[in-house]
């Protein structure tokens, strides 16, 4: 989607590490307009896979599935990285590492939001190794959940998440690839 690419182009900043910042636009500051055009190009992508969920993990994700489910007119429910409280009844959980924060989590998400008469599109806003998707997909495994699709905002095609997932037989639909990054900013797009 070149309007993201554009936008990653101008607004992104690569850190060491392979990290790179879309927080202006995409996962701390929100641009609502864009947000909402990227979910807008997931439902055009996924409309006629009988979508009854959207399924994200907490954080950054959640406002990019919400924008796409207005389109699907569906409810969103994501996986809590922390538990709290007021979480209660039976749960799912499973075990993610975080590529940004280094670290493992445990997430989890009331059975009763997600079940086997559920067809699902997961969401996040990056893929990179897709320690995060597979937390999403047992998930979804356990609940016994069919999986649609995923839907990607940016994914770093030179790390394996992608690859991977989609040997799996997963439809995986990113819509801005990053080739390319170096520590001084270069980015390149397949």
């Known amino acids: 989607m070149r309007l ?16 790179l910042k879309v927080d202006s636009f995409l996962n701390h500051q929100l641009d609502v307009s864009l947000l909402e055009q990227l979910g807008k190009e997931f439902f055009e992508r996924f409309k006629d896979k009988g979508i009854t969920r959207i399924l994200t993990i907490e954080a950054s994700g959640i406002a990019l599935a919400c924008l796409a489910a207005q389109y699907f007119k569906v409810p969103v429910v994501f996986a809590k990285k922390a538990k709290s409280k007021n979480l209660d009844g039976e749960l799912y959980t499973s075990t993610v590492h975080s590529f940004t924060y280094g670290k ?27 320690k995060a998707m597979r937390g999403l997909i047992d998930i979804c495994g356990q609940a016994e959940a069919n999986i649609a699709g ?9 790390q394996s998440g992608g690859k991977e997932l989609r040997e799996m037989g997963f439809d995986v639909y990113s819509l801005a690839i990053i080739d390319e990054m170096d520590d001084e900013g270069n980015i390149s797009f397949k």
Not at 5 to 17: L, M, N
Not at 150 to 158: D, L, N
Request: charged share 35%.
């Open 104 to 130: 493992d989590f445990t997430v989890t998400l009331s059975k009763k939001f997600l079940t086997k008469d559920d067809t699902v599109l997961l969401i996040d806003d990056f893929l990179a190794v897709g």
């Open 150 to 158: 995923i839907g990607i905002a940016i994914e770093k095609g030179f």
């Open 4 to 19: 993201l690419e554009e936008r990653i182009k101008e607004d992104g900043q690569v850190r060491p590490g392979n990290i």
